[in-house]
Nanobody
Framework: QVNLVESGGGLVQAGGSLRLSCAASGRTFSSYAMGWFRQAPGKEREFVAAISWRGGNTAYADSMKGRFTISRDNAKTTMYLQMNSLRPADTAVYYC?????????????????WGQGTQVTVSS
């Protein structure tokens, strides 16, 4: 099992940027595909982005394309989410997740380990 800890959340004005980190420990990080999800108050958790084991293949939700960038550093066992041009609608708790089975999973059900989440608040 891999253990995940998110960091980097906070309060930012609309149009600003944040970089989230997800530090992994436990089993070999490079054997996991990784992803980011988010959950806004009163809404279901939704897919944000995913990255394959070695980082060569990525996927994004349509509303994040061009604004968010997912990346990973297997040597540092850390995944990142660079978020630019943030909007109030991006306000949510952001979760990182790991999948030992799928190549570049985009569904919650394809992940088998989750972090505790980090709050991102975008003010207008």
């Amino acid at each position: 099992q891999v253990n995940l800890v998110e960091s980097g959340g906070g309060l930012v004005q609309a149009g600003g940027s944040l970089r989230l980190s997800c530090a992994a420990s436990g089993r070999t990080f490079s054997s996991y595909a990784m992803g980011w999800f988010r959950q806004a108050p009163g809404k279901e958790r939704e897919f944000v982005a995913a990255i394959s084991w070695r980082g060569g293949n990525t996927a994004y939700a349509d509303s994040m394309k061009g604004r968010f960038t997912i990346s990973r550093d297997n040597a540092k066992t850390t995944m990142y989410l660079q978020m630019n041009s943030l909007r109030p609608a991006d306000t949510a708790v952001y979760y990182c997740a790991a999948s030992s089975t799928y190549y570049r999973p985009t569904s919650e059900r394809q992940y088998d380990a989750w972090g505790q989440g980090t709050q991102v608040t975008v003010s207008s």
